[in-house]
């Protein structure tokens, strides 16, 4: 198990639930935009949100942001150890730094000591684009190994600055080599690890890549807080990340909708059935959440052959057939009702239950 870090109350590490992050894209210095961003990420499930620093005003600006909203903010800096130091001063929660571009020594113990002041953890690793030139000389190209290899320098750092309230992330746009890497990084280091795929692209790509990515990290047991980059509104990063850790089962879904691929024995329009289900059933599964009522799994399933037996871990389902369904409670049949009101009687069920 990794050590356990605390960030602005948000415990990351030593068996904490993996934290869901994303970051902002507005500019930094507008403070009204970032607070509107950060609080719509808040209630999209942002858990904690990191936030580009790149001049002094920018700085400032999350100082004034962090009284303003509800999760801890994490300062991203690159090359000056000043808008580090500035952002610990003006609140930061954390700090992500990369020590291989802030410079000489000096200017990293300069930041260490700020965030030791202020007991703040500070997350750094690299990504397959920024390996250092001595790392990519010893081997040869970007590699699972320099990539473990440099987050575990990177961490060695600030160890050796005699600090350890750290984060490590050892991020690729390679899925199998984000995960080779991560399953060597485990044997080097108990820090707690943020993963995520680097500049996994727009949706079209970003989400399978992340959902390959990061889930196989989980299941590997590997990952304690997680950011899925997408080229896309950062809400969705939150949204795709809140249904990667549901779909491995690190979070309960409030309502989990199974269907069948459909088949030659499909007799109904089964396709717009699902969607229909899923589409309704969502609010009412954001409704449930928030009254704290049980998980429920739906079964839509094409036909009364299979439906049934396929539905029977289910709490509610309908099944097809010509031009009718059955409506199942537990596995069991309720009644048989045309097709046009199978997804009428289901909801009617769900918003009793
Ligand atoms: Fe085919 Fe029926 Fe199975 Fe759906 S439930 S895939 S329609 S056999």
């Known amino acids: 198990m990794t050590k356990q870090i605390n960030c602005g109350g948000v415990l990351i590490g030593g068996g904490a639930p993996v934290s869901i992050q994303s970051m902002t894209n507005v500019d930094t210095r507008d403070t009204d935009a970032l607070v509107r961003q950060i609080d719509e990420l808040t209630e999209a499930g ?32 690159h090359f000056d150890h000043k808008l580090a130091i500035a952002a610990i001063e003006n609140g930061a929660d954390k700090i992500r730094i990369n020590p291989g571009n802030i410079g000489s020594i000096e200017k990293v113990k300069a930041v260490v000591d700020k965030a030791k002041e202020r007991n703040i953890p500070i997350r750094v690793g690299v990504n397959s684009g920024s390996l250092s030139k001595e790392m990519l000389s ?28 750290l984060v490590v992330s050892i991020k690729s746009s390679n899925v199998k080599m984000n995960y080779d890497a991560h399953m060597i990084l485990k044997e080097l280091t108990d820090h707690p690890v943020h993963i995520g795929i680097t500049e996994s692209g727009t949706p079209r790509n970003g989400i399978i ?29 939150v949204i795709w990340a809140r249904r990667i850790l549901e779909t491995v089962g690190m979070r309960q879904k409030a309502i989990e909708v199974v269907s069948c691929p459909t088949c030659g024995r499909t007799e109904i ?47 509610y389902g309908i099944a097809g057939g010509r031009g009718e369904g059955l409506v199942f409670v537990a596995g069991e049949i309720l009644k048989k009702v045309k097709e046009d009101e199978l997804i009428d009687e289901l909801i009617r069920l769900v918003e009793n239950d």
Do not use: Q
Not at 138 to 165: F, M, P, W
């Open 209 to 237: 890549k992340s959902v390959a990515g990061i889930g196989s990290l989980l299941l590997a047991g590997v990952g304690d807080t997680m950011r899925v980059s997408l080229t896309d509104d950062p809400v969705n990063e």
């Open 269 to 315: 329009d089964l396709i717009e059935l699902a969607n229909e289900a899923e589409d309704r059933l969502e609010s009412i599964a954001a409704k449930r959440k928030a009254e704290g009522k049980r998980p429920l799994k739906i079964a839509v399933m094409g036909c009364a052959v299979n439906g049934p037996g396929e539905s029977r871990e289910a709490d």
């Open 46 to 77: 942002c858990e904690i949100i990191r936030v580009a620093v790149p001049d002094m005003e920018a700085a400032e600006s999350l100082g004034r942001a962090k009284k303003l909203v509800r999760i801890p903010v994490v300062a991203d800096i």
């Open 138 to 165: 010893k081997h040869g190209s970007v590699t699972a190994a320099a990539l473990a290899e440099s987050g575990a320098s990177t961490l060695k750092v600030i160890e050796d600055l005699d600090y350890d309230n």
